[in-house]
């Protein structure tokens, strides 16, 4: 085979690889707008935030299809995930990259690669037979949002360390070498000149573990408690949008089932719009910084 | 610019054909089964034993829940749904049911309450939110963590009819789904209250101490009185087919109503029909 020819032959590959998975995302969203067409043209767009709760199995007129509860949720457990996550993976990186050396930091390494290879369920019933009897100590039920929260921050706390200690590894190695030499300390260094640097690839690791704590599925129903309200405090069970499709989806059809799409629709929603204001809000940072 | 539009044509008849395989049938002497997982462990052992028999067949359980099951077969998903609830009227007009066993739906609390009996007047105050305490039905003093299930299971459905009270009144603390996470909760909580089938809960009470079904209106909630009608909330297991059975699903269903497996139907606590 020519080189040329093989050239060719990769490219259509890649290609074909690249394309098929762009072709995928527009499909899931052609299909979760078609699915839910019924349900916005029978119960109308306003009813989803505007009714107060959630009982969709009655019918059209008496059902409540509030997802509003649900909305907040899901933003809260996400949100409290990454409060817990992102300083303990930042500290975490930090501490490899800059602090750790040899055999220890490939094994620091190592372990971070397995806790983020740990099944979802795995965690979830970890969470449900450890973390929920000690939670149970504070107020019942225990399972609750600080539950699922916690729970979370553990499946993305590599994320953070994988995306962030990356983004230290790809600064200039001569910004070290210049820094020693000016007798700049390495607190001020890693605080005052590789964090700034490095900053873009480091939120890229947040925004990713975010929309990965919004879209988890396993760990929610299994530790949040699936109660349709609207949060009052960190010990309080919620469900997330996630959750509500996993626990009804099976069973739902109709209207009900228009509407548990429905909601799959506003999460790929509220994780793209998670995407687009990380973007919006890096280009800011950086404008600044220049 | 020529170039650039017939490769990208090129690569959407290629994911055609690549996603193609993914929507195709699959193959006759598979019967796939889904639907309730009260009675999913059940039909896994009645097809293995069946595959383990002279019979060609390869049989794939999954759960899902019993509407999901019935609605499966309907549409063609599957071939052979299951069911923990006897069929609605319209669904009775397009498919067809065959009982393998009979369950009971016992209310569940941990071994360390010392509660005896809850009438259903307390049971529906304590789902509504009126009673939150175990001392205002003769306990002791601890919280009540109501555990509830998920809407569509049939277990709610049973509950729900048996309680009377309107869907919107349920004030639970957690709503589970699967029966393992109900065990877990109740495992991990002296004041939790759950509703569980009677074969879990049998099942389950064989591997731990640590849960303990109450018992109904004076009748205990047991295998036996569910077998003699005498336990008030009662539902049949059944599997359910098209109307027009293929050869692969009724050599299925036929072994699964024999009994050549009330062994097993006995063996999960469930009740065989005859």
């Not at chain 1, 935030?49 to 909305?71: C, H």
Request: proline content about 3%; some cysteine; overall charge positive.
């Amino acid at each position: 085979m020519s080189a040329s020819l093989k050239d060719s032959f990769a490219k259509t590959l890649l290609g074909f690889a690249s394309s098929l998975s762009v072709l995928v995302i527009f499909f899931i969203f052609y299909f979760l707008l078609k699915e839910s067409s019924l349900a916005l043209s029978q119960i109308g767009g306003s009813r989803f935030f505007s009714d107060s709760t959630w009982a969709p199995e009655l019918n059209l007129a008496e059902g409540q299809f509030g997802l509003l509860e649900m909305i907040v949720a899901t933003v809260a457990v996400a949100t409290l995930a990454l409060f817990i996550a992102a300083p303990i993976g930042w500290f975490t990186a930090v501490y490899i990259h800059f602090f750790c050396k040899g055999a220890f930091r490939i094994f620091l390494h190592r372990v971070t690669e397995i806790v983020a290879g740990l099944p979802s369920v795995v965690l979830g019933l970890w969470g449900l037979v450890v973390l929920v009897p000690v939670l149970l100590n504070l107020r019942a039920p225990g399972l609750s949002v600080l539950a699922g929260a916690i729970v979370l921050a553990i499946m993305i706390i590599p994320t953070i360390v994988v995306s962030t200690v990356s983004a230290y590894q790809n600064l200039n190695s001569e910004l070290t070498l210049t820094s020693k030499g000016l007798g700049i300390g390495k607190a001020r260094f890693i605080l005052e000149i590789a964090t700034p640097l490095a900053s873009r690839g480091i939120s890229t690791g947040f925004v990713l573990a975010l929309a990965r704590a919004m879209g988890e599925t396993m760990v929610v129903v299994m530790v949040c408690g699936n109660v349709v309200q609207m949060p009052e405090s960190m010990l309080d069970p919620v469900r997330t949008l996630t959750g509500n499709i996993a626990l009804e989806m099976g069973y739902a059809y109709g209207s009900h089932q228009s509407a548990l799409f429905l909601s799959g629709f506003l999460l790929l929603l509220s994780v793209l719009t998670v995407f687009i204001a990380g973007r919006l809000f890096l280009k800011t940072q950086e404008e600044q910084f220049r | 610019m020529n170039k650039v539009k017939s490769s990208s044509f090129l690569y959407l008849i290629l994911n055609f054909l690549f996603l193609f395989p993914l929507v195709a049938q699959a193959e006759s002497t598979k019967v796939s089964i889904s639907g309730s997982s009260t009675l999913a462990p059940l039909a896994a052992e009645i097809a293995k034993r069946l595959e383990n028999s002279a019979s060609s067949l390869r049989i794939d359980v999954q759960t899902g829940g019993s509407s999901k099951g019935i609605t499966d077969v309907i549409k063609g998903l599957s071939d052979v749904g299951m069911s923990s609830r006897a069929l609605f009227p319209e669904e009775e007009a397009l498919v067809k049911s065959h009982t393998v066993a009979l369950d009971g739906v016992a209310f569940v609390v941990n071994s360390k309450n010392p509660i005896k009996e809850l009438s259903r007047a307390q049971l529906a105050d304590i789902y509504s939110g009126k009673i939150s305490n175990w001392k205002e039905v003769g306990g002791q003093d601890l919280e009540i963590t109501v555990i509830d299930r998920a809407k569509g299971r049939s277990e709610k459905e049973l509950v729900k009819d048996y309680l009377g009270i309107k869907s919107t009144d349920y004030k639970p603390d957690i709503v589970a789904g699967e029966n393992q996470q109900c065990v877990k909760l109740v495992e991990g909580n002296s004041g939790a209250l759950v509703y569980l089938s009677i074969g879990t809960t049998e099942f389950e009470q064989k591997r731990s101490s640590k849960i303990r079904a109450l018992p109904l209106s004076g009748t205990a909630a047991t295998a036996e009185n569910v077998k003699n009608g005498t336990f008030p909330i009662i539902r049949p297991l059944v599997l359910v087919t098209k109307k027009k059975l293929s050869p692969s699903s009724k050599e299925f269903v036929q072994f699964a109503v024999s009994s050549q497996v009330k062994d097993l139907v006995e063996g999960m606590a469930f009740v065989a029909p005859q």
